[in-house]
Structures are given as structure tokens and as C-alpha cells.
């Protein structure tokens, strides 16, 4: 397990033990994830229903079923505050709620993106039959889900971690998630649509990523609201643009890397 694991998200904090593991007991091969549960997140709603998938852990990594409370008057809430002031100060506001996670990988598929874009690091995407397999695996993974009715709705490269050891992949990140016929999700448009990296320079996300709405949701009212199987093609649409943008940036950027 990685100690050094740290990760960031809008409803959450996943930290390695060598941040928590002096105020937090300490478990081998977790790490822990504290969530602001808000509105419209439901971090913990269909966990028990994703367990029942054959191999479930083979392409997710969920929050253990205990569930623990840091409230604001704890020693760490404050050493916690502090690792993060400069991303999250609308995060700490009232208890959070924090669960071990069993350790999926050393880092996020955004970041394995940024290896190849910034330091020409080919160590883990080393040809298109890796793009191809990765596909294939996340394929698997949101089929299995769809089967059991469940959409993710939050597909995006940040929600996929990758152990560089392995060489695996799995999806994290279930706070946006919703059961058919989706009703909490067609009353309360969440997660995904219209995405972007936040943390790619604009000229950046101009050549490998531009903004794209789907037409589903330029129309009111929607349709998914009289047919919520169209609800599934969200998790298709997003995971599309999540291989447009890793493809883009390999293409661009071994074309440069062999050449030199």
C-alpha cells in the first residue's frame, strides 16, 4: 500500500496511512476516504447493491461498510483542515463522515494522462494495445454495473485509479450514482455532463479536450425523463471522452517522443 497516497475530489479526501495512521488506527493495505456528504451525494446509497456483482472488486474499490464520524472539535479535523487549506476551504464545515478503502493504485488515470503530456513517461502506456486493453476493462466494468441497473454518472479520468505495478484499473467515486429508473438523477442533473479537467490549462483542453454538451440535455423536457434507459448512455458518453482525451495525448505525444 502506498503511505504517500493523497487525492482530492469535490465531496471528498483519500489520504495513505502516513498521514492518518498518527491519530487514525491504522489498517494494512487501507487507506482512508472522508466524504461531505451534500446535496444530491449519496456516497453510500447503492454500495450494497455494487457488492453483489460477480468480481465487483476486480473493477471498483469501495468505502468499507463502517462508516466512522471525524466531527470538527477532533485534533485531527484540524491536522486534516491544515494538509488541505489551499483546496478545500468549502469542505470543512460541520462532521465529516470517513470509511477505510482497500488500496487500489498509486495514482489517478489524469495523472498517468500528465506523465506522458509533461515528462514523456512511457513507462505505463507504452503502446495503443494498453489504451485498447484499458478499454476493454472499463467496458467490462460499466457493464457489469448496468446490468445491475446501477449508473455511475461520474466518469472521468480523476475517478480512475491506476496501479502502475499491476497494471490495473479500477472506478471509485459513487457519490453521483443512481439505481433505474433514475429518478433522484432526472430531478436532480448531477455529476459528469459537459466535463472537463479542471486543472488542464485552456489551451490544453482546447486541443485535447473541447467542450461537448450532449444534445439530451439541451432539450426540455428531458427525454431520459420518459425513457431513463437513456439515462445509461450518460456513463458511455463520458467514458468516450475520457479515451478521446488519453488516446489524443499518447498520439500526439509519442509521435514526439520517437521522433526525438
Known sequence: MSSLYFKTGGCSIVIG?????????????????????L??????KNLKLIRKIKNYSNYFTLPD?????LKTNDKFYTV????????????????????????AGDKDLFDSIIDLKDNNDFTFWKSYRDIINFSKIMMEALNYLHQSKICHLDIK?????????????????????????????????????GYYPKKV??????????QITANDFEIDPLPCKTNPKLVYTIDSFCLGRVLYFLKLVYQDHAKKYWFN
Do not use: A, C, M, W
Not at 446535496?39 to 453510500?44: A, D, L, P, Q, T
Not at 461498510?65 to 464520524?69: D, K, S, T
Not at 490549462?201 to 473541447?210: A, E, G, S, T, V
Open 17 to 37: 496511512e502516513k498521514y492518518y495512521s498518527g491519530y487514525i488506527d491504522y489498517k494494512p493495505n487501507k487507506i482512508i476516504k472522508f466524504t461531505k456528504i
Open 39 to 44: 446535496k444530491g451525494h449519496n456516497e453510500f
Open 65 to 69: 461498510e463502517e462508516q466512522f464520524i
Open 80 to 103: 486534516l483542515k491544515n494538509l488541505f487549506k489551499n483546496e478545500h476551504n468549502k469542505f470543512f464545515y460541520g462532521n465529516l463522515i470517513y470509511n477505510y478503502i482497500d488500496y
Open 157 to 193: 479520468p480523476e475517478n480512475i485509479i491506476v496501479d502502475s505495478l499491476k497494471r490495473k484499473f479500477k472506478i471509485i467515486d459513487f457519490g453521483f450514482s443512481s439505481l433505474e429508473p433514475f429518478d433522484d438523477y432526472v430531478n436532480n442533473i448531477r455529476g459528469t455532463i
Open 201 to 210: 490549462r485552456d489551451d490544453y483542453i482546447n486541443i485535447y479536450l473541447p
